[in-house]
């Protein structure tokens, strides 16, 4: 079993910056790939950044490109969501998954995750 935990989300104004963070408990953090995924009521969960176990490796939906990167540092079990240059779009309540894998790869496929967190609501102001 894997433990999340997000942190970080708040109210910000567009163009601004927040950091979230996800603090893993369980198995050994180096073992499963994660990601962040966000969901706006009425629509689907999508997965907008990923990073493999060894943070080698990272991919973003064409929506979040060039603004949000995802990092992981293995020693304290965590990992983040930088966010910068908001929009109002970015509003919603953003989890964290983790998938077991033995692959060192990344993935922005929904369903191959594992865990989840229990979310932390994120939202942008015009």
């Known amino acids: 079993q894997v433990h999340l935990v997000e942190s970080g989300g708040g109210l910000v104004q567009a163009g601004g910056s927040l950091r979230l963070s996800c603090a893993a408990s369980?198995?050994?953090?180096?073992?499963?790939?994660m990601g962040w995924s966000r969901q706006v009521p009425g629509k689907e969960r999508d997965i907008v950044a990923a990073?493999?176990?060894?943070?080698?490796?990272?991919l973003y939906a064409d929506s979040v490109q060039g603004r949000f990167t995802i990092s992981r540092d293995n020693a304290k079990n965590t990992v983040y969501l930088q966010m910068n240059s908001l929009k109002p779009e970015d509003t919603a309540v953003y989890f964290c998954?983790?998938?077991?894998?033995?692959?060192?790869?990344?993935?922005?496929?929904?369903?191959?995750?594992?865990?989840w967190g229990q979310g932390t609501q994120v939202t942008v102001s015009s």
């Open positions: 998954a983790a998938v077991i894998t033995p692959l060192d790869i990344a993935t922005m496929t929904y369903g191959e995750y594992d865990y």
């Open positions: 990073i493999s176990w060894s943070g080698g490796s990272t």
């Open positions: 369980g198995r050994p953090f180096s073992s499963y790939a």
